[in-house]
C-alpha cells in the first residue's frame, strides 16, 4: 500500500519560513520522481516543484513564482523529500501536495500532475501579511 505523509505545515508570517517533509512508503522511492504541488481556496492546483528520481540525476524543476525562494531537496536513504520555504508570501498561502510518479512519461512532466500517481493528503500553510 502506498504512503505518502506530509509534515511541516502551519501559519506563519510573510517573510518567515517553514520546512515541508513528505514521508513515502509502498514505492521504490529512489526510482520516483517527486513532486509538490499546492491548491489555494478557489484555486486549481499547480505545481510548485519537483525532484527527478536517483536514476535520471535528481535534477530539480521549480515554477516561476518559487525559484529563488524555494527548494526541493530528497533523501533516498530515508524516502523523504523535502521543501523548503523562505520568504514566504501570502500569495504563498495553500495546501501543499506531495506526489510520486514512476513511469517514464512522469520524468518528462515532473510539473503536470498527469505525471504522478500517487498524493499525500496536503498540509495546510497559511502565510499572514
Known amino acids: 500500500q502506498v504512503q505518502l505523509v506530509e509534515s511541516g505545515g502551519g501559519l506563519v508570517q510573510a517573510g518567515g519560513s517553514l520546512r515541508l517533509s513528505c514521508a513515502a512508503s509502498g514505492i521504490t522511492f529512489r526510482s520516483a520522481v517527486m513532486g509538490w504541488f499546492r491548491q489555494a481556496p478557489g484555486k486549481e492546483r499547480e505545481f510548485v516543484a519537483a525532484k527527478a528520481d536517483f536514476w535520471s540525476g535528481g535534477a530539480s524543476q521549480y515554477a516561476d513564482s518559487v525559484k529563488g525562494r524555494f527548494t526541493v531537496s530528497r533523501d533516498n536513504a530515508k524516502n523523504t523529500v523535502d521543501l523548503q520555504m523562505n520568504s514566504l508570501k501570502p500569495e504563498d498561502t495553500a495546501v501543499y501536495y506531495c506526489?510520486?510518479?514512476?513511469?517514464?512519461?512522469?520524468?518528462?512532466?515532473?510539473?503536470?500532475?498527469?505525471?504522478?500517481?500517487?498524493w499525500g493528503q496536503g498540509t495546510q500553510v497559511t502565510v499572514s501579511s
Open positions: 506526489a510520486s510518479g514512476s513511469r517514464s512519461e512522469s520524468r518528462a512532466t515532473m510539473d503536470r500532475e498527469r505525471g504522478y500517481d500517487y
